[in-house]
């Protein structure tokens, strides 16, 4: 294993790190979470972490046609048009979900650690039809001849990088909490104006998804 063939995996899961997904949830939980919350969290990215590493493992074991057939059915027009309609019909939905009481900052879904699986495997499955570099990533592994030894570590590294970003502003928010007090409030005051509920945030990321992944095959 060269450095170089390191270097261009370790940038592409750099440029994997801009999940909207991971870092919207992220941030929901904790301006809306007051219990447990690094527990819930730990919970949902590791749920993705797992997801995503055995995608990439059952690419590498020979099953990558599925993934081929996924993607050849998400670039058909007319599925891309009908991905696109309820992306944009999920966005604005998710506006009109009902709103929290004003005493409480509560959601109609509970944030179970069932849940953070759940959501984990939803987000994820929204976005890794159209996980370029995580694709691109695997199949240099694969042109350079990598024994199990050497990919699946560096498999598991590449999706630990990927959701770097959420562990990074939950530290943050743990160490910086009464610096980051003002902007995060400001930014709870916005949200619960729109977006105060769990469903609704989902409802919100995955519209934005599935029309920003389907509007190049319109």
Do not use: H
Request: net charge positive; charged share 10%.
């Amino acid at each position: 294993m060269n450095t170089e063939l390191l270097l261009m995996i370790g940038g592409l899961s750099l440029l994997d790190t801009l999940s909207p997904a991971t870092l919207g949830i992220t941030v929901y939980l904790l301006l809306t979470e007051k219990k447990k919350v690094g527990l819930k969290l730990m919970v949902y990215l590791f749920t993705v972490i797992g997801f995503y590493f055995s995608a990439g493992v059952a690419i590498k074991l020979g099953f990558g046609f599925l993934f081929e057939v996924f993607s050849t059915f998400l670039q058909n027009r007319v599925v891309s048009w009908m991905l696109f309609i309820v992306g944009g019909i999920l966005f604005i939905w998710s506006f009109y979900v009902p709103k929290k009481k004003k005493s409480t900052y509560t959601s109609p879904i509970t944030k179970t650690n069932s849940t953070m699986i759940a959501l984990g495997v939803t987000t994820s499955l929204v976005e890794v039809g159209t996980a370029l570099p995580y694709f691109t990533a695997i199949a240099l592994m694969t042109n350079s001849g990598l024994v199990w030894y050497e990919w699946l570590p560096l498999l598991f590294a590449y999706n630990v990088v990927m959701v770097l970003p959420p562990f990074i502003l939950y530290m943050l928010y743990m160490l910086l909490g009464s610096i980051m007090q003002k902007p995060l409030k400001f930014i709870q005051n916005q949200v619960s104006k729109s977006t105060s509920s769990l469903a609704s945030w989902i409802m919100c990321i995955v519209g934005l998804l599935l029309m920003l992944y389907s509007v190049d095959y319109l």
